[in-house]
């Protein structure tokens, strides 16, 4: 019985020291003013209360990753058609696949750089983009030096570096039953027919899933930004973990970044609740 | 029979326009990385530049210390590797092929956990790493690999699970101890799964940016992903050089992971999460 205990010892003592005593620091300290060297100094309430006030910062960051997941459905259309593709019947596909993984591959750090060349407007693969705008009296794309356009500069990263989504996408696709594709085909449906009635249907869990992942990666996103942007032009792309990145290890407002975290932690409880219904429960049931 | 020859031509077609689209930003990497400076900022695209200036390597490399940070990296992720390895296996046969009570509740936990992001832990763990004296050493990117990953240990056990009951119940009839047949049994017949997670602690700890980037300091303890992300810092416009640099930290990656695809994919569809 204890010889249980014994084999999950190591994740155990990782869960206590880790997880389990961080969050609950994490939620004393979100009611103190501690700026990580003197002592810290409770405050009750007072970091929640500055945060929620705080329309140009903790709202702008907020603002910012709501607008961000715009690349959520994005990631999810891009994945699922690309995995379409990639699953069809054609010589090459493994050539196909690994090509379309590589970007993936890149390290973000490495990646955020590229693109920021890649959409330098006067110099990057976006010159003939721009030279295309002019030719048509339309204002030229400054992509990641212009407030309006960075945070699409972001979206766009992530299509690019979508490789493990789609490695998702295509074994869903693999896990549908062949006989359910037969007996739609016998009933007379063709093409884009099968896709709609017998492919998303099988694969909408995986979807679901993806949906909540990426709504609690949104929340997340720091080393694309903090390398390209560090949250600018103008605040615009001052993303959620950056501005709670920037309290601790910048202001050394800790308490503030504390209650961000502790803010952080209930915005994926709500989201897990939904991924322990939709997928989990039944990696559970296995057992 | 045409048609379908044509549906297949046009299928290569779509395919192969979209995979054009997305080898542009690296083809572009790689053609910058080897233009001379004077051609870096000019009126047209130009893609190949009028001599391959491969001594823009050579100057990224020695700017840019990258045998030592090679070496911080390699050390940092080995180790990470050899934790984790230690500290997944044994969980996950306690949760896949062990009987004691508790274990649906502490499976439950553990499950729970995966969703956490690292900031909601990040503060408290670093006041914690600060009081032990480790900020500015390795041990803040090493000594958490050895105390069990909720992902991998999730990961080896749905392997787990798949192997015939038959022969560990026979092993147990032999009077091996389960310390015993984990290590003997079951790991030697979950090789595919133990290479994809020994893979996926590797190249997470080599593509590791914010934890780096909170411990290390000094920049002698740099690993590439900081490193790079220095250097980047002091040569603003010398995009040659940095597109060099970022060639020669991606490069590696790319070759483990032509390697490796196999155990990639799998490691990808077993847990559902990106590589």
Redesign the interface.
């Known amino acids: 019985m204890l010889y249980g205990y014994l084999f999950i010892l190591p994740w155990l003592a990782g869960f206590l020291l880790f997880t389990l005593y961080p969050i609950l620091a994490t939620l004393y300290f979100s009611f103190t003013d501690y700026n990580v060297l003197g002592a810290s100094r409770w405050v009750g309430l007072q970091n929640y209360a500055s945060l929620l006030a705080d329309r140009d910062y903790f709202w702008k960051s907020v603002g910012n990753t709501l607008f961000i997941m715009i690349g959520v459905p994005l990631s999810i259309g891009v994945g699922i058609g690309l995995a379409l593709l990639l699953n069809l019947p054609l010589r090459g596909q493994a050539v196909y696949r690994a090509l379309f993984y590589l970007p993936s591959v890149v390290p973000a750090v490495a990646t955020a750089f590229l693109w920021v060349w890649v959409l330098n407007p006067q110099n990057g693969l976006a010159m003939p983009l721009n030279e295309g705008l002019n030719r048509l009296g339309l204002p030229a794309i400054n992509w990641f030096t212009d407030p309006a356009t960075a945070k699409w500069g972001f979206i766009m990263m992530d299509l690019w570096a979508i490789g493990g989504v789609m490695v998702i996408y295509l074994a869903a696709l693999q896990g549908v039953p062949v006989h359910l594709y037969e007996a739609a085909r016998l009933d007379g449906a063709r093409g884009w027919q099968l896709v709609r009635h017998v492919t998303l249907p099988q694969i909408a869990p995986v979807i679901q899933y993806m949906l909540i992942i990426g709504v609690i990666g949104a929340f997340q996103y720091f080393t694309q930004t903090f390398i390209a942007t560090r949250g600018g032009p103008e605040n615009s792309t001052l993303f959620y973990a950056l501005y709670l990145f920037q309290n601790a290890f910048e202001f050394f407002r800790f308490g503030h970044a504390c209650a961000m975290a502790w803010l952080l932690f209930l915005i994926t409880l709500l989201a897990t609740y939904g991924v322990w219904k939709l997928t989990l429960s039944k990696a559970f049931q296995e057992a | 029979m045409r048609r379908q020859t044509l549906a297949?031509a046009l299928?290569?077609l779509?395919?192969l326009g979209?995979?054009a689209l997305?080898?542009?930003?690296?083809a572009?990497?790689l053609a910058?990385s080897l233009k001379p400076d004077e051609e870096?900022?000019?009126e047209?695209?130009r893609w190949v530049p009028s001599r391959a200036a491969w001594e823009n390597y050579a100057h990224a490399l020695s700017t840019f210390p990258f045998g030592l940070y090679l070496r911080n990296t390699l050390l940092v992720a080995g180790l990470t590797v050899a934790g984790v390895l230690?500290?997944?296996l044994?969980?996950a046969?306690?949760?896949a092929r062990?009987?004691?009570?508790?274990?649906?509740f502490?499976?439950?936990?553990?499950?729970?956990?995966?969703?956490?992001?690292?900031?909601?832990?990040?503060?408290?763990?670093?006041?914690?790493f600060r009081k032990l004296g480790w900020v500015d050493t390795f041990l803040p990117l090493i000594v958490?690999a050895?105390?069990?990953?909720?992902f991998l240990?999730?990961m080896l056990r749905?392997f787990f699970?798949t192997l015939p009951q038959e022969l560990i119940d026979a092993a147990r009839l032999d009077g091996c101890s389960?310390w015993a047949i984990?290590w003997r049994l079951v790991a030697p017949m979950s090789k595919p799964a133990v290479a994809t997670v020994a893979l996926f602690s590797f190249v997470w700890a080599?593509?590791d940016?914010?934890n780096p980037?909170?411990y290390l300091n000094d920049s002698s303890k740099f690993t590439?992903?900081?490193g790079?992300?220095y250097f980047?810092g002091r040569h603003g416009e010398q995009?040659n050089l940095?597109?060099a640099a970022?060639t020669v930290?991606?490069a590696p990656?790319?070759l483990l992971?032509?390697l490796t695809?196999r155990a990639?994919?799998r490691g990808?569809?077993l847990t559902?999460?990106?590589?």
């Open positions: 297949r299928a290569h779509a395919i979209l995979l997305y080898m542009l930003p690296i572009w990497m910058t870096l900022f000019t047209q695209i230690l500290s997944c044994p969980p046969y306690a949760f062990m009987r004691w009570r508790g274990r649906n502490w499976f439950w936990v553990m499950l729970s956990t995966l969703m956490l992001p690292p900031q909601v832990t990040l503060l408290p763990v670093f006041l914690l958490p050895f105390l069990g990953n909720a240990i999730f749905q699970l389960e984990l080599w593509t940016f914010m980037l909170i590439l992903a900081v790079l992300q980047l995009w940095l597109m970022a930290v991606t990656l790319v992971f032509l695809q990639y994919v990808i569809t559902g999460l990106k590589g």
